[in-house]
């Protein structure tokens, strides 16, 4: 009877020396528990209000993923100086890696894909309309190496980076194959 009552004094007090430090823990560190994570307490505070902006009721990517691409128009002026330094920005940001910093499709990243990506200053892409830029940027080139990004990257920056892809034009040693038109 006696070891019973003590090892019953050991364990309580074990036990009560750690309950000790983990309330020591969760008072004094700059990290609480999970418990005292907003993920737990929702509603302790009120619900911040929704920009009404947010959720779109007209548009939206699923207007841009059915339009057809002939029928889209890019709401930037590819003229806009701003436009196509932000588009830059933009391509310089998630494009690089692959169609590279000559935009020649020999990127770090594009190196290891069979077909190499495309030299996007070529005759074909200068030609493209936007629209099928557009769609081909964002919703991938089904069979070919160019991944869907309409989840990674906005609709505007996406418009952007077309405005800036035109701003290059076609490369010196293409004009001949251009056709005249």
């Not at 929704?50 to 057809?68: K, L, Q």
């Not at 769609?135 to 418009?159: F, N």
Request: hydrophobic share 35%; net charge positive.
């Amino acid at each position: 009877m006696k070891r019973v009552l003590i090892l019953g004094a050991v364990v309580a007090v074990v036990l009560s020396t750690a309950w000790g430090l983990i309330t020591v823990y969760d008072y004094n560190m700059k990290y609480g528990r999970m418990w005292e994570t907003p993920a737990i307490k929702p509603y302790e505070e009120p619900i911040p209000l929704m920009d009404s902006r947010i959720v779109p009721f007209t548009g939206g990517e699923a207007f841009y993923r059915n339009a057809r691409p002939d029928e889209l128009v890019s709401p930037f002026s590819a003229e806009d100086p701003d436009t196509v330094a932000l588009g830059r920005k933009g391509y310089f940001t998630y494009c690089v890696q692959c169609h590279g910093k000559h935009h020649d499709g020999r990127g770090t990243v594009g190196q290891s894909f069979s077909p190499l990506p495309g030299d996007l200053r070529s005759a074909r892409v200068q030609q493209l309309p936007d629209g099928f830029l557009f769609k081909e940027i964002s919703y991938g080139i089904p069979g070919g190496r160019q991944p869907a990004l309409d989840t990674t990257v906005q609709v505007e920056d996406r418009w952007r980076i077309i405005a800036y892809i035109k701003s290059l034009s076609v490369r010196k040693n293409e004009l001949a194959a251009v056709p005249s038109q």
